[in-house]
C-alpha cells in the first residue's frame, strides 16, 4: 500500500466498499485505503513540521505502521508494552515504550542485546521503577535508554480537582529534575527522552451534542495555555541535568496544540489514521473514517428488528454508550437500549431495518482504533472499488500483548 496523496475531490466509500466486499463472509474487518491517506496527509500537515511518532496501539497491524512509517513526516515508533516494542524493534530502529513495564523476561532481552537496546526508550515515572529496572537488567551490559514521563493533566481547585489520565506522579519541573538526577546517576542508564500525554485535550472531543461542549473547550483553553507553561519549565529543567534527544507529547486530537509548543519535538498519533467513531467530534479537524466491522444478519425476531450475530467490541474506557460500536451501513440503524451489543447477537432498530434479510451485511465503526484488531485475524484493503490485499493484525500474527 502507499500513502501518496489522494488526487480528486473526497472520497464517498459506500458504493465502492459495498461492491468490493458483497462475497466475502461475515464477521470481517475492512480498511478503506482512500480514506486512510486521507488522514495521514491530514495528521502530518496538522503537525506543522514536527515529526509524528506512530502511536502502535492504536493500529496493531504491523504492515499498516510500516506504511505510515514511509510517509514524510512520520517517524519512529511509540509502542505500548516492552514485548510488543522488543517485536517491532527487530524491524525498526526507533522504538519508545509508552507505559512503564515491569516485565522480567523482557527488560533481561533487551538488557542482553545490543542492537535492540539501542532501538528502544523505556519510560519511566518514579525512582522506584527507575531501581527495580535496574534490578532486572543488572550493572553490566549495552547502555539502557531512558524516557521520562511528565504529569500533564489539568488540576483545579487547588488540586481537589483532576482533569486527564492518572499516569506520571512527576508533574513539577523540580520532580522531573530530581528524577533526571536518579536516571544519570545510574551508570547503566541513559536519559534521552521526556513525554507528556495530554488526553484531557487529545481524546475529549470538544464538539460533542450538547451544551457540555462548551464547557470541554473552556476547559481545554485553560489546560493547554497551563501546561504549555508547565512543560517547557519541565523541559529546561531536565536538560539542565542532561541532554535530550526528543521530547514527546499530544495525540491525534491535539496535534496542532501540542506541535505549537516550541519545546516539544515531536507529537505522538494513531489513532487518527483510522479514524474511529470517537473523532468524530472534535472542531479542529474532520478525518474520513476508515475502519469498519461487518456483521451478517442472521434473525428477524420482528418486522421491527433484525439480529446480527455478534458485535460486542465495546471499547475500553469508563463503561458508558460512547463505548458501544456504531451501525453505519445501511443509514439509520440503532443498537436496542436493553441489549446494546452483544457478544454473541446485536438486535437492530430503525427505519431501514425492514430491508434488510438474512445474510445481508451490516456495517459498523468501533469506538476506538487499534482495538478493532484484537477481534480479527486479518484487515480487507479496499481501494476504490476493489480489494487491493489482506494483511494480518497483531492478533493474525499469533501476537496478543496485552
Not at 539502557?144 to 486527564?164: K, N, Q, T, W
Not at 534521552?192 to 457540555?212: F, K, R, T
Request: a negative charge.
Amino acid at each position: 500500500m502507499t500513502l501518496a496523496p489522494l488526487d480528486g475531490p473526497a472520497h464517498t466509500p459506500w458504493p465502492e466498499l459495498l461492491a468490493a466486499t458483497a462475497h466475502l463472509d461475515p464477521p470481517f474487518a475492512v480498511l478503506d485505503l482512500a480514506a486512510v491517506r486521507t488522514n495521514a496527509h491530514q495528521l502530518v500537515q496538522r503537525a506543522a513540521g514536527k515529526p509524528i511518532r506512530v502511536a502502535s496501539k492504536s493500529i496493531r497491524v504491523r504492515s499498516m505502521i510500516r506504511d505510515a512509517l514511509e510517509l514524510p513526516g512520520m517517524s519512529g515508533i511509540l509502542a505500548f508494552t516492552l514485548p510488543e516494542a522488543l517485536w517491532l524493534a527487530e524491524e525498526h530502529d526507533d522504538v519508545v515504550v509508552g507505559y512503564p513495564t515491569t516485565h522480567r523476561e523482557a527488560l533481561e532481552r533487551l538488557a542482553e542485546d545490543e542492537l535492540l537496546a539501542s532501538r528502544i526508550t523505556l519510560m519511566v515515572d518514579s525512582p522506584e521503577h527507575l531501581d527495580l529496572t535496574a534490578r532486572i537488567v543488572g550493572p553490566d551490559g549495552p547502555p539502557i535508554r531512558i524516557c521520562l514521563e511528565l504529569d500533564v493533566s489539568l488540576r483545579l481547585a487547588g488540586g481537589r480537582l483532576h482533569v486527564g489520565a492518572r499516569r506520571s506522579p512527576v508533574r513539577t519541573p523540580e520532580e522531573a529534575a530530581a528524577l533526571a538526577r536518579e536516571v544519570v546517576a545510574h551508570p547503566r542508564f541513559e536519559l534521552v527522552g521526556l513525554m507528556g500525554y495530554e488526553g484531557q485535550i487529545a481524546g475529549v472531543g470538544d464538539n460533542q451534542p450538547g451544551l457540555a461542549r462548551y464547557a470541554v473547550r473552556a476547559m481545554q483553553r485553560r489546560s493547554a495555555a497551563e501546561l504549555a507553561e508547565r512543560r517547557a519549565e519541565a523541559v529546561a529543567a531536565v536538560r539542565s541535568v542532561a541532554p535530550l534527544e526528543f521530547v514527546n507529547g499530544g495525540g491525534t486530537g491535539s496535534l496542532e496544540l501540542t506541535a505549537a509548543e516550541p519545546a516539544v519535538t515531536e507529537v505522538a498519533a494513531g489513532s487518527g489514521l483510522f479514524a474511529p467513531r470517537l473523532f468524530d467530534f472534535y472542531t479542529r479537524f474532520h478525518p474520513q473514517p476508515a475502519a469498519y466491522f461487518v456483521l451478517s444478519v442472521v434473525r428477524r425476531p420482528s418486522p421491527r428488528h433484525a439480529t446480527v450475530l455478534g458485535g460486542g467490541w465495546v471499547a475500553s474506557g469508563a463503561a458508558g454508550k460512547d463505548r458501544l460500536p456504531t451501525p453505519v451501513w445501511p443509514p439509520g440503524l440503532s443498537l436496542v437500549d436493553q441489549e446494546g451489543a452483544g457478544e454473541v447477537q446485536t438486535p437492530l432498530v430503525g427505519e431501514r431495518v425492514a430491508d434488510l434479510g438474512l445474510g445481508d451485511h451490516v456495517w459498523f465503526r468501533h469506538t476506538k482504533a487499534g482495538e478493532l484488531s484484537e477481534h480479527v485475524d486479518e484487515m480487507v484493503l479496499v481501494d476504490g472499488d476493489r480489494i487491493v490485499g489482506v494483511v494480518p493484525t497483531y492478533r493474525g500474527e499469533g501476537k496478543t500483548f496485552l
